[in-house]
């Protein structure tokens, strides 16, 4: 009889403290949506905003955005019938998207729209927003400060009598701004394309879609178009905060429209983790 009782109040203690701790520590979850992708085809996810970083469970997933989109994900299996994995997508409204990754010969659909969308978004044509409050007007206030601000010259690739620079990394509320420059000392004009920020694996596989992560800038002030003959111009890129793992560097192009004076930086992370601080006002 004392043993039950002995028992009971110990169930009865066990109840009381499992329910304190539920109440007192109350979760939610995100659950995760299943994906089927295959060798063979390319699964395509489409956002409805930008993509501010990709993380993949295993190798066994190739991932890729398409050059010139910044909210679409392309997905392959690199081998038939691997083990389930996992992918999580951040978009730059601060949004986590997890899937759960499995194979399959034949997908049922291989262009998925992700959350509510009726188009294609383009985050170049539309205000940009943080989750930490900030905005455009914001992050070009800071851009202007960058542009006066004194830094030492980091990196540069000089080719085709051009002078492609990167002179200083600045931090402000988990925002890192490069500021770049570029140098015509030719006496032909020079048109800008495009200034991709790409993370790369140092080792290179044969597929090398799964070895490069492409950055989209959350704001781009004075951007690079038209650097007249004997001149130099000035920008600044804003990305969200990222450090490099050993194994990765970040690499930096800036292409000419319709011509072939491509110029790169290559950056490791100790180069990034330098970064000044900088202040709004």
Known sequence: MKMKCVLGSVVWISLITVKSYAQNNQYSFIPSVHLAITYNKT?????????????????????QQ?????????????????TQTNLSVITIDGKLYSFTVD????????????????????????????????????????SENVITAKAKHIKSDRAYQMNFQLN?????????YFRLQLQNNSNISYDADNISFIIKDKQKSKRTAAQELILTPLYSYTAFTNVEA??????????PK????????LYIQILEKNGGRNLKLVLKNPQIIKAIPIKEF
């Not at 399959?104 to 969308?117: D, F, R, Y």
């Open 66 to 82: 398409p050059k010139g989109t910044e909210n679409i994900v392309q997905l392959k299996a690199d081998k038939p019938n691997f």
């Open 168 to 176: 200083g990394i600045f931090i402000s509320h988990d925002i890192l």
């Open 230 to 239: 004997d001149s130099t111009a000035t920008c600044v890129i804003a990305l």
């Open 43 to 63: 699964t395509n996810l489409v956002f409805p905003y930008s993509v501010q970083s990709i993380d993949r469970g295993s190798k066994d997933i190739l991932v």
């Open 103 to 142: 194979y399959t010969a034949q997908p049922s659909q291989l262009n998925i729209i992700v959350g509510k969308t009726d188009s294609v978004f383009n985050s170049a044509t539309a205000p940009v927003t943080l989750s930490l409050g900030y905005n455009e007007a914001l992050l070009k206030v800071v």
């Open 242 to 249: 990222f450090t490099l793992a050993d194994s990765k560097y």
